[in-house]
């Protein structure tokens, strides 16, 4: 089960880092541009995206003319992100194409829920992610990023979070070799499996009491992973 991409399109660089990061926590993969001219050139070059967060004062022009480019030849959802909260101008956008219009500042929540409908308008049911597991003395908060055991805090790596973060979001779930090598290091890296079984074997030394006979990191021999279901 791959991600869905999300192109963030936003000159702030604050705001597009917070979003950025909220949207990672709830299982998104993300392309970001600063500008028409990088949104443009992703959009040509990266892999397609599902949804499109677009602001529209840019550096470089109009968050609306790429807009008008994109109902040209494609039907990707379009979700504007802009501090105008002008009627007349929400309507105009609405009107050439876009799928809804958020107006700044906005929270997260609201965001996140406008994202769900407008993909589910295309066919794509999503539901809100795990961001916060627990199971046995093993707490995972994934929006504070932050792992304990029995109340006593795990320092992870990033690449052992990142790794734990996609079980999370899927506790209960088998996760096969592939999908976790090519969403935690990168699709060349598919063929890579001795990467996954050293950081599994790092993840389990740090949050089973006996590695060697794993309980909550379980192997789904020849498939690949699986994190089991929590539920405090």
Not at 49 to 69: F, K, S, V
Not at 110 to 121: K, S
Not at 179 to 208: N, S
Request: aromatic share 4%.
């Amino acid at each position: 089960m791959s991600l869905l991409r999300i192109l963030l399109l936003e000159d702030d660089r604050e705001l597009r880092a917070t979003l950025a990061s909220a949207l990672r926590v709830e299982g998104y993969e993300l392309l970001c541009a600063a500008s028409l001219a990088e949104a443009r050139a992703l959009l040509i070059h990266a892999e397609p995206a599902d949804l499109i967060l677009l602001d529209l004062g840019l550096p470089d022009g109009d968050g609306a003319e790429l807009l008008a480019q994109l109902r040209h030849d494609k039907s990707t959802p379009v979700l504007i992100i802009s501090a105008r909260e002008q009627d007349a101008h929400k309507v105009q956008l609405l009107d050439a194409g876009a799928d809804d219009y958020l107006v700044k500042p906005f929270s997260i929540s609201e965001l996140l829920a406008r994202m769900r409908v407008a993909l589910r308008h295309r066919g794509v049911h999503t539901r809100p992610a795990q961001t916060l597991y627990e199971q046995q003395g093993l707490r995972v908060d994934l929006a504070a990023h932050s792992v304990s055991l029995n109340g006593a805090d795990i320092h992870l790596t990033p690449t052992e979070f990142k790794l734990l973060a996609r079980l999370v979001r899927n506790a209960g779930q088998v996760l096969t070799h592939r999908t976790l090598l090519a969403e935690v290091w990168g699709p060349e890296f598919v063929e890579h499996t001795h990467y996954l079984r050293l950081y599994m074997g790092q993840l389990r030394a740090k949050l089973e009491a006996t590695p060697a006979d794993p309980q909550r990191l379980l192997t789904e021999p020849g498939v690949g992973y699986r994190l089991v279901e929590g539920g405090g």
